[in-house]
């Protein structure tokens, strides 16, 4: 009878857990609902101001692709800067962000712990801040170099203010996994330091890389801040002649700008994402 009771008492309770609270499942639901309206809700008005220009007077008659045709027509010159600025800054942060993590985590370095603090500074810092900085660090002649107005001035604070991140998310991937066993376990084997480095350590990081990559690339796409205190007139990011159109009035056609710039990204992130769902030869973790 014991057992019996058992059985019973252990499918009432399996039935419970598979039927939910209808209450908390409406609670849980809305909640969900409610923040993709919050976070849909202003690419919508933006999309809608992108076909209409205002939403004053009647909707339907003031419907019109005039806007997409005038950013068309306009060129794609600050697209295709904002695009080159976003790659090279990916490929800068991989290049510095993942040796400067590693070397951070790896080895028992004096004030190893400060040095990570000042890794995250730029992320803490205003932009306002880092554009001021970077204007006088680098944006006045200094040595016989001058970098004001330059596309390398933007570049150089693409990097300071994204390869933060890049460091963070690599050092988290790192921390995920015992990788200094498996370093071990290849150099035992006879493989060098570069071996393990790019044949072992790599591919086990490689999706914390992705991550910091897709990252950076978008917040590179989409930096403000920074850019207002460096960039040149004549060179000028998409996110900078966005601004100067809703400055200007032009509300219609930096909508459509605005739409065409939220998905070049989405594209682009669904790319980078799709990429790092390709499976790279893996060794075990020991």
Same mark, same amino acid.
């Given at each position: 009878m014991a057992t019996s009771s058992e059985g019973v008492y252990m499918t009432e309770? !399996? +039935?419970?857990?598979?039927?939910? @609270?209808?209450?908390?499942?409406?609670?849980?639901?809305? *909640?969900?609902?409610?923040?993709?309206?919050?976070?849909l809700l202003p690419i919508l008005v933006i999309l809608l101001y992108s076909f209409v220009g205002s939403l004053s007077g009647n909707l339907l008659e003031s419907f019109t692709f005039e806007y997409y045709r005038e950013v068309f027509d306009g060129g794609f010159d600050p697209l295709i800067l904002s695009l080159q600025l976003a790659i090279a800054?990916?490929?800068?942060? *991989?290049?510095?962000?993942?040796?400067?993590?590693?070397?951070?985590?790896?080895?028992?370095?004096?004030?190893?712990?400060?040095?990570?603090?000042?890794?995250? =500074?730029?992320? /803490?810092?205003?932009?306002?801040?880092?554009?001021i900085a970077i *204007?006088?660090? %680098?944006?006045?002649?200094?040595?016989?170099?001058?970098?004001? #107005?330059? *596309? =390398?001035? =933007?570049l150089i604070a693409h990097v300071i203010f994204t390869v933060p991140f890049m460091i963070q998310t690599t050092?988290?991937?790192?921390? +995920?996994?015992?990788?200094? !066993?498996?370093?071990?376990?290849?150099?035992?084997?006879? !493989?060098? %330091? +570069?071996q393990c480095f790019i044949h072992v350590l790599l591919p086990n990081?490689? @999706?914390?890389?992705?991550?910091?990559?897709?990252?950076?690339?978008?917040? +590179?796409? #989409?930096?403000? @801040?920074?850019?207002?205190?460096?960039? @040149?007139?004549?060179?000028?990011? =998409?996110?900078?002649?966005?601004?100067?159109?809703?400055?200007?009035?032009?509300?219609?056609?930096?909508? /459509?700008l605005s739409v065409v710039f939220v998905a070049i990204i989405i594209v682009s992130l669904w790319l980078m994402q799709y990429l790092g769902e390709q499976d790279l030869p893996k060794v075990a973790n020991v």
């Open positions: 309770y !399996a +039935s419970s857990r598979r039927t939910p @609270n209808v209450l908390g499942s409406l609670f849980f639901y809305s *909640v969900i609902g409610i923040t993709i309206l919050f976070i800054t990916t490929i800068l942060d *991989v290049v510095i962000g993942v040796p400067a993590a590693y070397t951070l985590d790896r080895y028992d370095i004096p004030f190893a712990d400060r040095l990570r603090d000042i890794t995250i =500074l730029p992320m /803490a810092i205003p932009g306002i801040v880092l554009g *204007v006088r660090t %680098w944006g006045v002649p200094k040595f016989g170099v001058d970098l004001s #107005g330059t *596309v =390398l001035l =933007l050092t988290s991937a790192l921390q +995920s996994i015992d990788y200094q !066993a498996l370093e071990e376990t290849a150099q035992n084997l006879g !493989a060098s %330091w +570069s990081i490689y @999706n914390g890389i992705l991550s910091g990559a897709i990252l950076t690339f978008a917040l +590179s796409m #989409g930096e403000f @801040n920074i850019t207002l205190f460096v960039y @040149n007139p004549t060179d000028k990011t =998409l996110p900078i002649e966005m601004f100067g159109g809703f400055t200007t009035s032009a509300v219609g056609q930096a909508s /459509a």
